[in-house]
């Protein structure tokens, strides 16, 4: 069974930083491209990161380019989001997903992870 | 790059839901779709347009051509009753990109 666990959520003052992490088990991940996908109170999804299965590609969204860092230990089968400067508006539950595929833009996302709330707040 | 969708569909028990995707030129693009029930993750319902992962019922359908996509949910049950979500990746920039989001209720 494919399983992918978030860990790193807290309560951050502006400005400050935070790690996500994402363990998978049940596939071969380094077959796999990974995602990060968040979704603030009672909004929609927001698609914020992805990263190829080497590892070598990564993307972002506008939003937390220059201020988010994807990474991914294949080794350790976990996926990463660095997350600085952090803002209000980060404010989110975020939800790491498996791609259909290696490569980041191709296939859906499946499955996702339950999702581990980040709050952004003096 | 945008997809717009209803913000809300209103189905009977037994009848058939249609939930709009709209994006400039998305028949050119592979649409997928998420699933979300309140307080849960979503879940992939289709891919490429038009493909059911295993577990999905055969109730769930999709469909993609011009600037709309088109998901079907025939013999709509209670538990249909969901938030779904459109999804594209924008090859221009590299990005994925959600739509708005429609809530279906079942009457």
């Known amino acids: 069974e494919v399983r992918l666990l978030e860990s790193g959520g807290d309560l951050v003052q502006p400005g400050g930083s935070l790690r996500l992490s994402c363990a998978a088990s049940?596939?071969?991940?380094?077959?796999?491209?990974m995602n990060w996908v968040r979704q603030a109170p009672g909004k929609g999804l927001e698609w914020v990161s992805a990263?190829?299965?080497?590892?070598?590609?990564?993307y972002y969204a506008d939003s937390v380019k220059g201020r988010f860092t994807i990474s991914r230990d294949n080794s350790k089968n976990t996926l990463y989001l660095q997350m600085n400067s952090l803002r209000a508006e980060d404010t989110a539950i975020y939800y790491c997903?498996?791609?259909?595929?290696?490569?980041?833009?191709?296939?859906?996302?499946?499955?996702w992870g339950q999702g581990i709330l980040v709050t952004v707040s003096s | 790059y945008v997809l717009t969708q209803p913000p809300s569909v209103s189905v009977a028990p037994g009848k058939t839901a249609r939930i709009t995707c709209g994006g400039n030129?998305?028949?050119?693009?592979?649409v997928h779709w998420y699933q979300q029930k309140p307080g849960q993750a979503p879940i992939l319902v289709i891919s490429?347009?038009?493909d059911r992962p295993s577990g999905v019922p055969e109730r769930f359908s999709g469909s993609n051509s011009g600037n709309t996509a088109t998901l079907t949910i025939s013999r709509v049950e209670a538990g249909d009753e969901a938030d779904y979500f459109c999804?594209?990746?924008?090859?221009?920039?590299?990005?994925?990109?959600f739509g708005t989001g429609t809530k279906v209720t079942v009457l």
């Open positions: 997903a498996k791609g259909q595929l290696a490569t980041v833009t191709s296939g859906g996302l499946d499955p």
């Open positions: 490429y347009d038009s």
């Open positions: 990263i190829s299965g080497s590892g070598d590609g990564t």
């Open positions: 030129n998305i028949g050119s693009k592979s």
């Open positions: 049940g596939f071969n991940f380094v077959y796999y491209a």
């Open positions: 999804q594209v990746w924008d090859t221009t920039y590299d990005h994925g990109v």
